[in-house]
């Protein structure tokens, strides 16, 4: 039973930045991959950015590409997403998410089995 937990959402002006912080309970699992999805209203979830754990390789979509990085403490149970140049089409709620595998990093969210439960990021003009 993991349990993610997300912190650094908030209220930033358009181009300004934002970190994200997801903290794993544990990873006594085969758990290896993680990644960043968001969520606007009346919107699908879309990926945004993903990392392995044991060889920090990372992908990122196209529309953050140059604006975000992924990165991971492996010390510290914990996976950020370092947000800048934002812009209100930012706007969602971001949520980390979790899986076992050892492949090519995932992109739909149906392939994660553990959520956190979101954190609101509002990028205003």
């Known amino acids: 039973q993991v349990q993610l937990v997300e912190s650094g959402g908030g209220l930033v002006q358009a181009g300004g930045s934002l970190t994200l912080s997801c903290l794993f309970s544990?990873?006594?699992?085969?758990?290896?991959?993680a990644a960043w999805f968001r969520q606007a209203p009346g919107k699908e979830r879309e990926f945004v950015a993903g990392v392995i754990w044991s060889t920090s390789n990372t992908r990122h979509a196209d529309s953050v590409k140059g604006r975000f990085t992924i990165s991971k403490d492996n010390f510290k149970n914990t996976v950020y997403l370092q947000m800048n140049n934002l812009e209100p089409e930012d706007t969602a709620v971001y949520y980390c998410?979790?899986?076992?595998?050892?492949?090519?990093?995932?992109?739909?969210?149906?392939?994660?089995?553990?959520w956190g439960q979101g954190t609101q990021v509002t990028v205003s003009s």
């Open positions: 544990e990873r006594t699992w085969k758990m290896n991959m």
């Open positions: 998410a979790a899986r076992e595998g050892w492949g090519s990093i995932t992109t739909v969210n149906s392939g994660y089995t553990y």
